[in-house]
């Protein structure tokens, strides 16, 4: 049995496990950095403490726009090193899934793992190691 966080990344319905998941909070105001990865949004404060914001929508899918509506929410996550902000739309649920009914993608090391129907859609699940592992390489 695991928890998957469920949101969306505009019209795209995404979830990963809730194990590494901190807080949810809303928008959050960015500093730039330059010469950083394009899907580097900039970096935030949550409370005196001061991580990077990602935005999964442009590290996930090819930037379909520069357009900020459909961002929402920040789920903050903690990696072996820092805590990472993640931006994201609005949050569907909470939900409790059983490990066979993720349906996998059949390929290793991708960052989508595989998918899960669930609130009435079908749902991409990251492998947020997957992201970090890459980004460490960047």
Do not use: C
């Not at 649920?93 to 899960?116: A, C, H, M, P, R």
């Amino acid at each position: 049995m695991m928890q998957v966080i469920v949101f969306r990344l505009g019209e795209r319905t995404y979830g990963f496990s809730t194990d590494k998941v901190e807080e949810i909070t809303t928008t959050l105001t960015t500093t730039n950095v330059p010469h950083s990865p394009d899907w580097t949004v900039g970096l935030v404060n949550l409370r005196g403490q001061v991580m990077t914001l990602v935005d999964l929508d442009k590290r996930l899918n090819e930037p379909s726009s520069t357009d900020d509506e459909w961002y929402k929410n920040t789920i903050i996550v903690h990696t072996e090193d820092n805590p990472i902000a993640l931006k994201v739309g609005p949050v569907i649920g909470v939900t409790d899934v059983e490990e066979d009914e993720v349906q996998s993608n059949g390929e290793e090391d991708s960052v989508i793992s595989g998918y899960l129907s669930v609130y009435d859609s079908i749902v991409s699940i990251i492998e947020l190691d997957q992201i970090f592992k890459e980004k460490e390489e960047v």
